[in-house]
Structure formats: C-alpha cells, structure tokens
Nanobody
Framework: QVQLVESGGGLVQAGGSLRLSCLAS????????MGWFRQTPGKEREFVGA?????YYADSVKGRFTISRDNAKNTVYLQMNSLKPEDTAVYYC????????????????WGQGTQVTVSS
C-alpha cells in the first residue's frame, strides 16, 4: 500500500512558477513509476507527465514543466515554469508498480490533489 500526499499548490500570476511535491509512504518508492495528472471541473483527468527510468510529458507542458524524484526522500516533484491560466487545475500525483503510463486507469495509488490557480 502506498499513500501519496501532494503539496505546493497555490495562486500564481501567469508567467510565474510553482513546484509541487508528492510525498510517498512505503519502502519501495524507487520501484514505482510516478505520474502527474490534472483536472478542471467538468473535464476528464489529464495526463501531465511521468517518471520512471526516464521522463515523459504531455505536449501541452513540454518545455515548461519538469518532473524529478528524490528516492531518498520518497518524493517526486513537478516544477512548473511559464505558467498559463489554462494550467489552472487540481494536480494529482499517482503511482504504479510498473513502467510509467499515460492512462490514469493504469495507476494504482492517488494523492488527494492540490489546487493550482494561475491568474492572467
């Protein structure tokens, strides 16, 4: 069982930056692929990016967002730069015990989400 807790969300102006963190419980964190998703009201959850032995990003965030992990701290990060109003969403981290995936249905564990609001 893995528990995930996101933090770091907030309100930022367009063009600004935020770094989200996702702290995972468990002693096998390094073996999990970690994904970031986001969701706005009335829309399906959207893949943002993921990390396992490599990283992969959605086209909408490529070049602006960076995912990294610190296995010693059981933490994965989402560095978000050049934020746009359309990045406003609740951001979720997720874990799966296989290679990373872009489909939310393939993830086994989810955090509670953290709100990111980008003002224009």
């Amino acid at each position: 069982q893995v528990q995930l807790v996101e933090s770091g969300g907030g309100l930022v102006q367009a063009g600004g930056s935020l770094r989200l963190s996702c702290l995972a419980s468990g002693r096998t964190f390094s073996s999990y692929a970690m994904g970031w998703f986001r969701q706005t009201p009335g829309k399906e959850r959207e893949f943002v990016g993921a990390i396992s032995w490599t990283t992969y990003y959605a086209d909408s965030v490529k070049g602006r967002f960076t995912i990294s992990r610190d296995n010693a701290k059981n933490t994965v990060y989402l560095q978000m730069n050049s934020l746009k109003p359309e990045d406003t969403a609740v951001y979720y981290c997720a874990a799966r015990s296989k290679l990373f995936a872009t489909n939310e249905m393939q993830y086994d564990y989810w955090g509670q989400g953290t709100q990111v609001t980008v003002s224009s």
